[in-house]
């Protein structure tokens, strides 16, 4: 024999042995792998069969015995089971990171306090509830929802079974099976050679045994390795987007930087518009009746005095355009005292009586303040017009990052976006910053507007504050 087929023997002998040495390790793996699913799946549904038949025994005596106790096991179910989230998807983190040297930090958004408002409502920070109790446990809800590591644990949580059974059940088939075949007895067969029929099939039936046992062990660590890959791409928050989010993102974005740009270069040309048929026709004005003035100092005073007053009258004609026209593009309240100051002036210029409610912390991004200001313009502007209301209210609340703005009046509703520009192009306002728009307006009315969208503020420090104007 020469040493290259020694060498080469030694080397199959030793694959043979590493690749049994993983099978080996990843059955053991897999086996840690069922018994770490077993309480996310068994103790939901059997908490959910247990309450299911008690309150059968309970209330079939109403006449509930269906529907009565699906409901109770459903509850029960599903509590018990979001008791068993963040346990099951800890429990993951740890097999891959000491398996496979993989971290999946888990990174949960902090969740609001509740707070009372002025109207004596709590917030929970996504929505108003008269009652503490029920405040605390919708906002649990609403955060557990919300928040993305959450939702991702919500669908490990569900798939988790379901791919165990998926992985594990093949090795679990391959391993019984061929221990089956090994010690059930031979294999029905012909004889062959010096071997008769009973030998032939007893030696079939062990090959064959043998060999589905070790497919079940060679199989057992691809199995792990899908399993811990999966649980990567559900509870991994540090991963890429997927191409199709990415490509969904893009445009996105394109279609709001065009609605910017179209934006901006629409009110470029209002500005000039404006001034060039107001302030810069009067200031024209003003220069020729100056020019004529000059011509009667010496031959007509007296009609000379009449231009200088009528001179003096365009000249603050045009000082007022000019200073609405500054107010139009942004108002220097709104750059000086912040938005919850603006919206009161706007209020108190406006056509319907206002209510004004501001729960906003310190002062917000520019951009923000302009486009939200703006955009409570033109539903003020709306309301007026269309509406028939009597009574106009603006909330102004920040909170989880969100500004939002509700605009409510008691006209006679059907506010429809199809109908006219205006809503339409506070939806493109809005999509600037990644905001969106929310209609609840039914025949009769009211009309309710929701603005909402995320922001950064640059202080802690709220100021609350309510007016009626």
């Known amino acids: 024999m020469t040493t290259a087929s020694r060498t080469s023997g030694t080397s199959v002998r030793a694959q043979a042995q590493a ?8 059955l053991a793996r897999l086996g ?3 018994a770490a699913a077993v309480p996310g799946a068994v103790l939901p549904v059997g908490a959910a069969v247990f309450a299911g038949v008690l309150s059968f025994q309970f209330l079939q005596r109403f006449g509930l015995e269906v529907f009565g106790p699906l409901l109770v096991a459903a509850a029960v179910g599903a509590v018990v089971a979001a008791a068993n989230v963040r346990r099951t998807a800890n429990r993951t983190r740890g097999l891959l990171e ?35 109790a029920v405040a605390k446990y919708a906002q649990l809800v609403h955060w557990g929802l919300r928040d993305r590591t959450t939702r991702a644990e ?33 294999v029905p067969a012909d004889g062959f050679g010096p ?21 079940g062990i060679l199989v057992a660590p691809l199995a792990v390795r899908t399993y811990a890959e999966v649980a990567r791409r559900i509870l991994d928050q540090e991963g890429r987007a997927s191409h199709a989010q990415l490509t969904r993102r893009v445009a996105e974005l394109t279609e709001t930087r065009a609605d910017a740009v179209g934006s901006q270069a629409a009110e470029l040309r209002r500005i000039e518009r404006d001034l060039h048929d107001g302030a810069q026709a009067r200031l024209v004005a003003i220069g020729m009746t100056l020019g004529t003035i000059e011509h009667l100092m010496e031959t007509d005073q007296e009609a000379a ?24 593009i942004h108002p220097p309240v709104l750059a000086e005292r912040g938005l919850g100051d603006a919206v009161r002036a706007l209020a108190l210029d406006g056509a319907l009586p206002t209510e004004v409610f501001v729960s906003v912390p310190d002062r917000l991004p520019a ?33 989880a990052g969100f500004l939002r703005v509700t605009v409510t009046d008691d006209g006679v509703g059907v506010a429809d976006p199809s109908r006219g520009t205006g809503l339409r192009g506070i939806e493109k306002r809005l999509g600037t910053f990644d905001g969106v728009l929310a209609i609840d307006s039914t025949s009769g009315g009211p009309t309710t507007i929701t603005l909402e969208l995320p922001c950064e503020l640059s202080s802690p420090r709220t100021s609350t504050s309510f007016a009626k104007v």
């Open 19 to 26: 690749a049994f040495v993983a099978g080996g390790e990843g």
């Open 367 to 399: 951009p923000v303040e302009a486009g939200v200001y703006f955009s409570i313009c033109e539903l003020l502007a709306n309301a007026a017009k269309h509406s028939g209301a009597e009574q106009v209210w603006v909330d102004i609340l920040y909170r």
């Open 154 to 186: 919500l669908t490990w949580l569900g798939v988790n079974p379901f791919l165990t059974l998926a992985l594990a059940g093949p090795v679990v088939a391959l391993l019984v099976l061929g221990a089956a075949v090994i010690l059930g007895g031979p």
């Open 98 to 132: 000491r398996w496979f040297g993989v971290r999946l930090p888990a990174r949960y958004e902090p969740m609001p306090g509740l707070e009372m408002d002025g109207r004596g409502h709590w917030w929970t920070g996504y929505s108003y509830h008269r009652s503490r």
């Open 32 to 34: 840690v792998v069922v």
């Open 305 to 328: 005095r009449e231009l200088l007053a009528e001179a003096r009258q365009s000249s603050a004609r045009a000082l007022q355009e000019l200073r609405d026209l500054v107010r139009g």
């Open 195 to 215: 071997l008769n029929g009973r030998m032939t099939s007893a030696l079939l039936g062990i090959v064959l045994g043998a060999a589905m046992v070790v497919a």
